[in-house]
């Protein structure tokens, strides 16, 4: 009997010992709950960076319809490294051109422009070997610009000078 009660007081000290340590905050509060710290202003926040914020895809513009943009990388390469039956659509490659004759009404380094160009037109998915239109015009006669043609200009030595729509 002494036993049975040493066994029931000491189940009943543990007990009571582990409900004291659960209860040891104010009345009303979690079970050892730490204190609620407050931070100061801007501190422990995330802070997103700017280059993660959402930002619209950037797209060519609508008035581009050749998509000349794609090609601006090509400025500065020579018409040799350019693989003209790669791009896409109707393509006119423009040069001056020097015609055999002397022209008394061009004056080198006055004018800005010559006057003659060499101009050549390629047709959707035309092979580069295949023959070209080849024209050597004025300026002044190339007509209206097409919306649709991708045209690439070259310098004398034939490094690419603009590309654009026309």
Do not use: W
């Not at 710290?37 to 959402?54: E, F, K």
């Not at 295949?130 to 200009?153: F, H, K, M, Q, Y």
């Amino acid at each position: 009997m002494i036993l049975r009660t040493l066994i029931i007081s000491s189940a009943l000290i543990g007990v009571l010992t582990g409900l004291s340590a659960c209860a040891s905050g104010p009345l009303g509060t979690p079970y050892n709950a730490y204190p609620v710290q407050q931070p100061r202003p801007g501190q422990g926040q995330y802070v997103r960076p700017a280059y993660l914020n959402p930002s619209p895809t950037p797209r060519i513009q609508a008035v581009d319809a050749c998509q000349s943009q794609l090609f601006q990388r090509l400025l500065g390469q020579h018409e040799g490294a350019i693989f003209i039956a790669g791009l896409p659509g109707t393509k006119r490659v423009i040069k001056p051109a020097t015609l055999e004759y002397t022209d008394d009404s061009f004056v080198p380094g006055i004018d800005e422009d010559p006057p003659f160009l060499e101009v050549r037109d390629y047709l959707p998915q035309q092979s580069l070997y295949a023959p070209s239109i080849r024209t050597v015009d004025n300026r002044i006669a190339l007509g209206p610009p097409d919306e649709d043609r991708l045209t690439i200009e070259l310098d004398e030595e034939g490094y690419v000078q603009t590309i654009n729509c026309g």
